[in-house]
């Protein structure tokens, strides 16, 4: 199987890798357009700021790229984020692929969220083997808004989607790499797609 790590210049991808080097599999990072259509699956992770991470996206084509690939995509964290329509971090204009939008926790709660919480409402086979109210581990200051697109839920101040999926598309808010058996069971379960 070829699996691919979009290497855009934002994010712990590192960890990434290595977490799919336990399951068996040599994910090879790139950020060539030829080698990431001809991968099986492709992984589109992402650390830190959204409105720079859409500019290294534009700036190597990488924007036009993601939203045609037609085998399954794992966005992770800002990648998930970066597929919705908009998120007020830097007023960023994303990838169109989810159909909603990314707001900012208010500074009633701590922010980032930064730690465990569970998953539950689950609704995908990414979930295949995963029970309600499994924790995962989260660092983020931004959410993603709840739509006919999500696959899985978590409450910090509000009730937010902290999966999505739209046809091959798939994202999480949590960071299943960092996210011990149970989160290496979710990336099993995205490599059996």
């Known amino acids: 199987m070829k699996l691919i790590i979009i290497n855009y210049g934002a994010g712990n991808i590192k960890s990434i890798q290595f977490a799919f080097k336990r399951l068996g599999y040599d994910a090879i990072l790139s950020n060539d357009p030829e080698e990431i259509k001809a991968a099986d699956k492709v992984i589109f992770p992402g650390v830190g700021e959204a409105s720079s991470a859409m500019v290294k996206l534009k700036e190597s084509g990488l924007d036009q790229l993601i939203p045609n690939l037609k085998q399954p995509v794992l966005g992770i964290c800002l990648g998930m984020q970066l597929m919705c329509l908009h998120t007020e971090e830097g007023d960023t204009e994303g990838l169109g692929i989810f ?8 500074n009633n709660v701590k922010v980032p969220q930064m730690g465990w919480n569970v998953i539950k409402d689950l609704k995908s086979n990414l979930f295949k083997g995963i029970k309600e109210n499994e924790y995962m581990y989260l660092v983020h200051s931004y959410y993603a808004e709840h739509c006919n697109e999500t ?16 046809e091959n598309f798939y994202g999480t808010q949590f960071h299943p790499e960092k996210s011990g058996n149970e989160g290496a069971k979710i990336l099993e379960n995205f490599l059996d797609l």
């Open 99 to 106: 159909q909603t939008k990314v707001k900012r926790f208010s």
């Open 151 to 166: 696959i899985a839920a978590t409450d910090y101040q509000i009730n937010y989607a902290s999966a999505l999926r739209h």
